[in-house]
Protein backbone atom coordinates (compact mmCIF):
# COMPACT_ATOMS: atom_id res chain seq x y z
CA UNK A 1 0.00 0.00 0.00
CA UNK A 2 1.42 3.42 -0.82
CA UNK A 3 1.89 6.35 1.83
CA UNK A 4 -0.68 8.27 0.22
CA UNK A 5 -3.37 5.14 0.23
CA UNK A 6 -2.38 4.33 4.16
CA UNK A 7 -3.34 8.50 4.63
CA UNK A 8 -6.45 7.85 2.80
CA UNK A 9 -7.07 5.34 5.12
CA UNK A 10 -6.60 7.04 8.48
CA UNK A 11 -8.87 9.95 7.81
CA UNK A 12 -12.34 10.77 6.39
CA UNK A 13 -12.75 11.85 2.86
CA UNK A 14 -15.28 14.37 1.60
CA UNK A 15 -15.72 14.07 -2.24
CA UNK A 16 -18.53 15.99 -4.59
CA UNK A 17 -19.86 14.87 -7.66
CA UNK A 18 -21.38 18.15 -9.05
CA UNK A 19 -22.61 19.05 -12.47
CA UNK A 20 -25.91 20.17 -14.24
CA UNK A 21 -29.48 18.44 -13.90
CA UNK A 22 -28.82 15.07 -16.47
CA UNK A 23 -24.99 14.58 -16.03
CA UNK A 24 -25.51 11.45 -14.05
CA UNK A 25 -24.22 12.68 -10.76
CA UNK A 26 -26.32 10.46 -8.91
CA UNK A 27 -25.09 7.54 -10.80
CA UNK A 28 -21.42 8.27 -10.45
CA UNK A 29 -21.49 8.47 -6.50
CA UNK A 30 -22.94 5.17 -6.36
CA UNK A 31 -20.64 3.38 -8.42
CA UNK A 32 -18.37 5.23 -6.52
CA UNK A 33 -19.45 4.29 -2.86
CA UNK A 34 -19.45 0.79 -4.11
CA UNK A 35 -15.73 1.33 -4.71
CA UNK A 36 -14.89 2.53 -1.12
CA UNK A 37 -17.33 -0.07 0.54
CA UNK A 38 -15.56 -2.72 -1.67
CA UNK A 39 -12.37 -1.04 0.48
CA UNK A 40 -13.57 -2.06 3.22
CA UNK A 41 -14.56 1.93 4.21
CA UNK A 42 -17.33 3.05 5.29
CA UNK A 43 -19.58 5.58 3.43
CA UNK A 44 -22.27 7.60 3.53
CA UNK A 45 -23.99 9.59 0.46
CA UNK A 46 -26.67 12.05 -0.06
CA UNK A 47 -28.22 14.01 -3.19
CA UNK A 48 -28.10 17.68 -1.73
CA UNK A 49 -29.99 19.36 -0.58
CA UNK A 50 -31.88 16.35 0.25
CA UNK A 51 -30.94 13.67 3.00
CA UNK A 52 -32.77 13.86 6.60
CA UNK A 53 -36.50 14.86 7.09
CA UNK A 54 -35.81 18.04 7.98
CA UNK A 55 -33.73 19.20 4.55
CA UNK A 56 -36.06 16.96 2.72
CA UNK A 57 -38.80 19.26 3.60
CA UNK A 58 -36.81 22.12 2.72
CA UNK A 59 -35.78 20.56 -0.58
CA UNK A 60 -39.55 20.29 -1.37
CA UNK A 61 -40.05 24.24 -0.49
CA UNK A 62 -36.85 25.09 -2.58
CA UNK A 63 -37.61 23.17 -5.50
CA UNK A 64 -41.78 23.58 -5.69
CA UNK A 65 -41.70 25.91 -8.80
CA UNK A 66 -45.56 27.23 -7.56
CA UNK A 67 -43.85 28.99 -4.96
CA UNK A 68 -41.45 31.33 -7.21
CA UNK A 69 -38.90 31.98 -4.47
CA UNK A 70 -35.94 34.63 -4.54
CA UNK A 71 -32.39 33.49 -5.62
CA UNK A 72 -31.60 35.14 -2.04
CA UNK A 73 -34.05 32.98 -0.29
CA UNK A 74 -33.28 29.80 -1.79
CA UNK A 75 -29.39 30.98 -0.73
CA UNK A 76 -30.79 31.00 2.53
CA UNK A 77 -32.83 27.26 2.50
CA UNK A 78 -29.78 25.95 0.78
CA UNK A 79 -27.77 26.71 3.29
CA UNK A 80 -29.74 25.76 6.17
CA UNK A 81 -30.09 22.43 4.75
CA UNK A 82 -26.09 22.09 4.33
CA UNK A 83 -25.74 22.78 8.01
CA UNK A 84 -28.17 20.08 9.40
CA UNK A 85 -26.61 17.83 6.70
CA UNK A 86 -23.14 18.13 7.08
CA UNK A 87 -23.86 17.96 11.15
CA UNK A 88 -25.77 15.19 11.38
CA UNK A 89 -24.61 13.03 8.07
CA UNK A 90 -21.49 13.97 7.19
CA UNK A 91 -18.99 14.49 10.41
CA UNK A 92 -19.91 11.56 12.32
CA UNK A 93 -18.82 9.89 9.51
CA UNK A 94 -15.94 11.89 8.85
CA UNK A 95 -14.50 11.46 12.48
CA UNK A 96 -14.56 7.96 12.62
CA UNK A 97 -12.40 8.03 9.22
CA UNK A 98 -15.50 7.10 6.56
CA UNK A 99 -16.04 8.76 2.79
CA UNK A 100 -18.67 11.25 2.67
CA UNK A 101 -20.08 10.75 -0.82
CA UNK A 102 -22.56 13.81 -2.40
CA UNK A 103 -24.30 15.07 -5.57
CA UNK A 104 -23.93 18.52 -5.53
CA UNK A 105 -22.21 20.99 -3.00
CA UNK A 106 -22.49 25.06 -2.49
CA UNK A 107 -20.67 25.11 -6.46
CA UNK A 108 -24.30 24.65 -7.52
CA UNK A 109 -25.91 27.64 -5.56
CA UNK A 110 -23.06 29.24 -7.20
CA UNK A 111 -23.98 27.54 -10.98
CA UNK A 112 -28.09 27.85 -10.45
CA UNK A 113 -28.28 30.89 -8.00
CA UNK A 114 -25.73 33.06 -8.82
CA UNK A 115 -24.94 32.80 -12.45
CA UNK A 116 -28.22 31.45 -13.42
CA UNK A 117 -30.34 33.84 -10.99
CA UNK A 118 -27.90 36.76 -10.97
CA UNK A 119 -27.44 36.21 -6.78
CA UNK A 120 -24.19 38.29 -6.50
CA UNK A 121 -21.04 35.57 -6.25
CA UNK A 122 -19.20 37.19 -3.16
CA UNK A 123 -22.71 36.96 -1.39
CA UNK A 124 -22.98 33.28 -1.93
CA UNK A 125 -19.25 32.66 -0.79
CA UNK A 126 -19.65 35.49 2.22
CA UNK A 127 -22.53 33.44 3.70
CA UNK A 128 -21.34 29.69 2.79
CA UNK A 129 -18.17 30.35 4.10
CA UNK A 130 -19.27 31.86 7.16
CA UNK A 131 -22.07 29.71 8.03
CA UNK A 132 -20.73 26.32 7.10
CA UNK A 133 -17.29 24.27 8.27
CA UNK A 134 -13.82 25.20 5.80
CA UNK A 135 -13.84 21.12 5.29
CA UNK A 136 -17.45 21.36 3.51
CA UNK A 137 -16.34 24.51 1.88
CA UNK A 138 -13.24 22.91 0.46
CA UNK A 139 -13.74 18.87 -0.44
CA UNK A 140 -10.96 17.06 -0.53
CA UNK A 141 -11.50 15.59 -3.98
CA UNK A 142 -14.41 16.62 -6.80
CA UNK A 143 -14.67 16.26 -10.21
CA UNK A 144 -17.53 18.55 -12.03
CA UNK A 145 -19.71 16.45 -15.06
CA UNK A 146 -20.40 18.20 -18.06
CA UNK A 147 -22.43 17.45 -21.58
CA UNK A 148 -23.52 19.79 -24.33
CA UNK A 149 -26.69 21.32 -24.13
CA UNK A 150 -28.46 19.11 -27.04
CA UNK A 151 -27.52 15.68 -25.16
CA UNK A 152 -28.47 17.16 -21.48
CA UNK A 153 -31.98 18.16 -22.54
CA UNK A 154 -32.50 14.31 -24.93
CA UNK A 155 -31.73 13.01 -21.45
CA UNK A 156 -33.83 15.27 -19.87
CA UNK A 157 -37.12 14.27 -21.80
CA UNK A 158 -36.20 10.57 -21.23
CA UNK A 159 -36.20 11.48 -17.57
CA UNK A 160 -39.10 13.80 -17.53
CA UNK A 161 -41.15 10.96 -18.85
CA UNK A 162 -41.88 9.65 -15.31
CA UNK A 163 -40.87 13.03 -13.49
CA UNK A 164 -42.67 16.33 -12.89
CA UNK A 165 -39.47 19.03 -13.70
CA UNK A 166 -38.90 21.05 -10.66
CA UNK A 167 -38.50 24.97 -10.38
CA UNK A 168 -35.02 24.32 -12.19
CA UNK A 169 -35.35 21.89 -14.35
CA UNK A 170 -38.60 23.92 -15.77
CA UNK A 171 -36.39 27.01 -16.67
CA UNK A 172 -35.85 28.19 -20.08
CA UNK A 173 -32.86 27.29 -22.05
CA UNK A 174 -31.29 30.65 -21.84
CA UNK A 175 -30.76 29.98 -17.70
CA UNK A 176 -29.97 26.25 -18.16
CA UNK A 177 -27.18 27.83 -20.70
CA UNK A 178 -25.91 30.30 -17.96
CA UNK A 179 -25.88 27.72 -15.59
CA UNK A 180 -23.51 25.49 -17.91
CA UNK A 181 -21.33 28.77 -18.49
CA UNK A 182 -21.53 29.06 -14.86
CA UNK A 183 -20.03 25.63 -14.06
CA UNK A 184 -17.24 26.00 -16.61
CA UNK A 185 -16.08 28.94 -14.85
CA UNK A 186 -16.20 27.79 -11.30
CA UNK A 187 -14.25 24.41 -12.76
CA UNK A 188 -11.95 27.01 -14.41
CA UNK A 189 -11.28 29.30 -11.41
CA UNK A 190 -11.34 26.60 -8.40
CA UNK A 191 -9.31 23.90 -9.89
CA UNK A 192 -11.59 21.93 -10.31
CA UNK A 193 -11.12 18.54 -12.86
CA UNK A 194 -13.95 18.24 -15.39
CA UNK A 195 -15.01 14.61 -16.85
CA UNK A 196 -16.55 14.60 -20.18
CA UNK A 197 -20.54 13.03 -19.38
CA UNK A 198 -21.38 12.04 -22.97
CA UNK A 199 -19.79 8.70 -22.43
CA UNK A 200 -20.77 5.47 -21.40
CA UNK A 201 -21.18 5.62 -17.66
CA UNK A 202 -18.53 2.85 -17.11
CA UNK A 203 -16.17 4.88 -19.33
CA UNK A 204 -17.30 8.06 -16.58
CA UNK A 205 -16.52 6.08 -13.83
CA UNK A 206 -13.39 5.64 -15.09
CA UNK A 207 -12.59 8.72 -15.61
CA UNK A 208 -14.10 10.26 -12.33
CA UNK A 209 -11.59 7.30 -10.53
CA UNK A 210 -8.71 8.59 -12.29
CA UNK A 211 -9.34 12.59 -10.49
CA UNK A 212 -9.83 11.19 -7.42
CA UNK A 213 -9.45 8.11 -6.43
CA UNK A 214 -5.87 7.63 -8.37
CA UNK A 215 -5.12 11.15 -6.74
CA UNK A 216 -5.54 9.81 -2.99
Same mark, same amino acid.
Request: with cysteine; proline share 4%.
Given at each position: ????????????? +? @?? @??? %? /?????T?Q? !???? %? +????QG? $?????? $??A?L??T??????I?NK????DG?? %?????T??? =??? *??K? &????? &???G?V????? *? *???LA??? +??Q?????K @???I???????? +??E????V??????? $????????? /?? =??K? /??? $??K #?????M?? !? %?GY???A?E?K? #???????T??????N???N? @? !?M?
Open positions: MTASAKKSQKSGL +Y @IV @IEG %Q /DGTGKTV !NLLA %Q +YFADR $EVTTFD $EPGPSDAMRDIKDLDLTT %QLLLFAAR =NEL *WKK &AEPVL &ARGVLTSRN *W *WSTYQG +YGGVKLE @IKQTRKLLPKH +YVPDKAILVLSEK $ERIKRMQKR /DQ =NSK /DTF $ES #PSEFQKV !N %QETISLI #PVVDASAIDEVHAICKI @I !NL
